[in-house]
Nanobody, 115 residues
Framework: QVQLVESGGGLVQPGGSLRLSCAAS????????MGWYRQAPGKEREMVAR???????NYSDSVKGRFTISRDNAKRTVYLQMNSLKPEDTAVYYC?????????WGQGAQVTVSA
């Protein structure tokens, strides 16, 4: 059974930082491209950051320079370090694992940026 379990969300003030983690089980983690997506109320889900099995990263323009995605294959975990958070970063953040035959999602973690 595939499981992606996000943790690390919460409430933070503007300008603050959070680190999200996504622990994977039931998949061969090292061969999967991993990603973070987010969905704000009333909006569509959007890509935030992705990292390939080889370690290549890409980011949405809205988070470039503020967020960093990384992965630890030994721990089967992908991370999203979020700095200089803004109120518009408020959303549910989802972890994704993708390979040529399947795409998996976590249950989501709420991130709220508010004073």
């Amino acid at each position: 059974q595939v499981q992606l379990v996000e943790s690390g969300g919460g409430l933070v003030q503007p300008g603050g930082s959070l680190r999200l983690s996504c622990a994977a089980s039931g998949i061969i983690f090292s061969i999967n491209n991993m990603g973070w997506y987010r969905q704000a109320p009333g909006k569509e889900r959007e890509m935030v950051a992705r990292i390939t099995s080889g370690g290549t990263t890409n980011y949405s323009d809205s988070v470039k320079g503020r967020f960093t995605i990384s992965r630890d294959n030994a721990k089967r975990t992908v991370y999203l370090q979020m700095n200089s958070l803004k109120p518009e970063d408020t959303a549910v953040y989802y972890c994704s694992a993708r390979n040529p035959v399947a795409n998996y999602w976590g249950q989501g973690a709420q991130v709220t940026v508010s004073a």
